[in-house]
């Protein structure tokens, strides 16, 4: 195969160094390594801790980013928390009443992923957006349950 442009010697060039990255991407997130990287920096806190905190009426904002599938199962959310899509987390960050939470204030968030996957991107997507203080309730909404925790129903229409 020969090539009579430099360009394509570039092009392909460039399309074999982007495969490289890709297939090793591919490779460490297979090996787990990637999820470790992006959650090192995530905080945990237990369903008994959470608990705690609200018995001492303490200043939590708590955040519940289901997917739709997580809530076929219960029409009750964590008392007091704030159902947020995951992916419209961003945008309502402008809007009341997740625009007057204090950005040092305690904010978990939680959701009903086996792994917490959901919540640990939108405490991700907190820290970014400068909450210094945002965390993942562990086990999610499985493990407030399992805790017995204070639930309220969820606003129809969400």
Excluded at 53 to 68: F, G, H, Q, S, Y
Excluded at 120 to 145: I, P
Aim: hydrophobic share 45%.
């Amino acid at each position: 195969m020969s090539f009579k442009t430099p360009l394509a010697c570039m092009f392909l060039l460039t399309c074999l160094a982007m495969a490289k990255v890709g297939t090793h991407n591919v490779a460490a997130f297979a090996r787990g390594e990637v999820a470790s990287q992006n959650s090192s920096a995530t905080e945990f806190i237990t369903a008994d801790e959470l608990k705690a905190k609200l018995a001492k009426n303490e200043p939590v904002t708590i955040i519940d980013v289901r997917a739709a599938s997580g809530l076929l199962d219960s029409d009750n959310k964590i008392k007091g928390a704030v159902y947020v899509k995951l992916r419209r987390l961003k945008y309502r960050l402008s809007f009341p009443p997740l625009r007057d939470v204090p950005r040092n204030r305690d904010v978990v968030t939680y959701c009903a992923c086996p792994n917490d996957e959901s919540s640990v991107r939108a405490a991700q997507v907190l820290r970014e957006a400068g909450f210094k203080r945002a965390r993942v309730l562990k086990g999610g909404w499985v493990a407030w349950k399992k805790a017995n925790g204070q639930v309220e129903p969820m606003a129809r229409g969400m």
